[in-house]
């Protein structure tokens, strides 16, 4: 079955650590998201990409990295920069073209401890 | 101004009650336009796809006004398990661009 998949679903991350959220999609899209969720708040976006190792910033890029070395894989790094990382990570991915909707990872919960 | 806007939230309805979400785009050359209902601390789910003919499914209907750059959600005969956070989603043009998300609107149906 096609979809996209984020490991892990529960990660802990100590204070000037980096940590890595994995996304994978066996679906061939072109574009893939990341997304924050913080409690009560809705999506807002980190980094995208639309093409294999190009990528754009969203609106709260700072304290992120991204890569895109495989159209199916599209990881994020949490940097020890990110001051305030404790959230919800979702990961999500459309084709550019045609109007399917957008398919989403089960989320990925970051807690720093 | 944001490129969705959506009806802050959130809305405390009784059970049967009808009720309908607003969103609007900024960006006319946005492709496709959809509803998604997100349950706590869960990804969010497709609900249903926004069409201009508008989009009926049970109890619920989605409409998109191209010229107006709005879309809405309409939930009639409201149960309890139609709580939840219902987000409307706008996809990025062929050129490429941010899939954008409103800020969703809280429902909570009450008995």
């Known amino acids: 079955d096609g979809g996209i998949t984020q490991s892990p679903k529960y990660l802990f991350r100590k204070e000037g650590q980096n940590v890595t959220l994995s996304c994978e999609q066996n679906?061939?899209?072109?574009?893939m998201y990341w997304y924050r969720q913080d409690p009560g708040q809705g999506l807002r976006l980190i980094y995208y990409s639309q093409i294999v190792n190009d990528f754009q910033k969203g609106d709260i890029a700072e304290g992120y990295s991204v890569s895109r070395e495989k159209k199916e894989s599209f990881p994020l790094t949490v940097t020890s920069a990110q001051k305030n990382p404790t959230a919800f990570y979702l990961c999500a991915s459309i084709p550019l073209l045609g109007s399917t909707e957008a398919f989403f990872g089960q989320g990925t919960r970051l807690t720093v401890v | 101004r944001k490129e969705v806007e959506q009806d802050p939230g959130p809305f405390n309805v009784p059970e049967g009650a009808t009720v309908a979400f607003n969103c609007t785009y900024s960006n006319s050359a946005s492709q496709s336009f959809f509803w998604y209902r997100q349950d706590c601390r869960k990804e969010p789910k497709l609900l249903m796809s926004?069409?201009?003919s508008g989009n009926e499914d049970g109890r619920f209907t989605a409409q998109l006004n191209r010229a107006s750059q709005y879309i809405s959600l309409l939930i009639r005969d409201s149960k309890l398990s139609d709580s939840a956070t219902y987000l409307c989603v706008v996809t990025p043009s062929v050129q490429g661009g941010k899939l954008i998300f409103g800020q969703g609107t809280e429902l909570s149906v009450k008995p």
């Open positions: 926004v069409y201009s």
């Open positions: 679906l061939n899209h072109d574009a």
